[in-house]
Antibody, heavy 125, light 108 residues
Framework: QLQLQESGPGLVKPSETLSLTCTVSGGSISSSSYYWGWIRQPPGKGLEWIGSIYYSGSTYYNPSLKSRVTISVDTSKNQFSLKLSSVTAADTAVYYC?????????????????WGQGTLVTVSS | EIVMTQSPATLSVSPGERATLSCRASQSVSSNLAWYQQKPGQAPRLLIYGASTRATGIPARFSGSGSGTEFTLTISSLQSEDFAVYYCQQYNNWPPNTFGQGTKLEIK
């Protein structure tokens, strides 16, 4: 059974960089069939896709966050990571990692079939 | 950007009854639409993709329909474990992977 687990600091100061890692177990991150994505959910609000990465390193980012986001992959550790720079209180959210099934219509379109449990990141001084 | 609008925001239904949830896209997303269920404190769970295909392990009481801009998630004979928040998500257009704001399904 595929499992994903987020890890990283739960508290980040304003203007600093949020860093999270997702460890994949029960399957290989190097599968040619999937992307690996990050989605976030502010407390009490809806879901927002942040970006996704292929095992080769190819990435897609939400245009609204693109200037601040970097997603990377480490196939040797079966992990992928998120960095979000210059954070503000508006970036406070539960951050989920997920396996992404590519759509066929437009490059970068995906839906998400396996999710991590999520990790709350609070931006506060 | 495609806007996904879900209605109603809250739906009150009695156990054993049918629930019908709606999702409207601001422009056509063909059949590239997914539905998710989220319970408090849990990650979303994929229910439906391709507008009408149930994901692995999803009970047959969950069904999806629609194409283009109008979509429906139907839950026949609601069970206690079905009361949750439901999200739709389009994966057809750029910017991609946009979600609706959610419908809360509560016990009447």
């Amino acid at each position: 059974q595929l499992q994903l687990q987020e890890s990283g600091p739960g508290l980040v100061k304003p203007s600093e960089t949020l860093s999270l890692t997702c460890t994949v177990s029960g399957g290989s991150i190097s599968s040619s069939s999937y992307y690996w994505g990050w989605i976030r959910q502010p407390p009490g609000k809806g879901l927002e896709w942040i970006g996704s990465i292929y095992y080769s390193g190819s990435t897609y980012y939400n245009p609204s966050l693109k200037s601040r986001v970097t997603i990377s992959v480490d196939t040797s550790k079966n992990q992928f990571s998120l960095k979000l720079s210059s954070v503000t209180a508006a970036d406070t959210a539960v951050y989920y990692c997920a396996r992404a099934i590519p759509g066929i219509a437009v490059a970068g379109t995906q839906y998400f079939d396996y999710w991590g449990q999520g990790t709350l990141v609070t931006v506060s001084s | 950007e495609i806007v996904m609008t879900q209605s109603p925001a809250t739906l009150s239904v009695s156990p054993g009854e049918r629930a019908t949830l709606s999702c409207r896209a601001s422009q056509s997303v063909s059949s590239n639409l997914a539905w998710y269920q989220q319970k408090p404190g849990q990650a979303p769970r994929l229910l439906i993709y391709g507008a009408s295909t149930r994901a692995t392990g999803i009970p047959a009481r969950f069904s999806g329909s629609g194409s283009g801009t109008e979509f429906t998630l139907t839950i026949s004979s609601l069970q206690s474990e079905d009361f949750a928040v439901y999200y739709c998500q389009q994966y057809n257009n750029w910017p991609p992977n946009t979600f609706g704001q959610g419908t809360k399904l509560e016990i009447k």
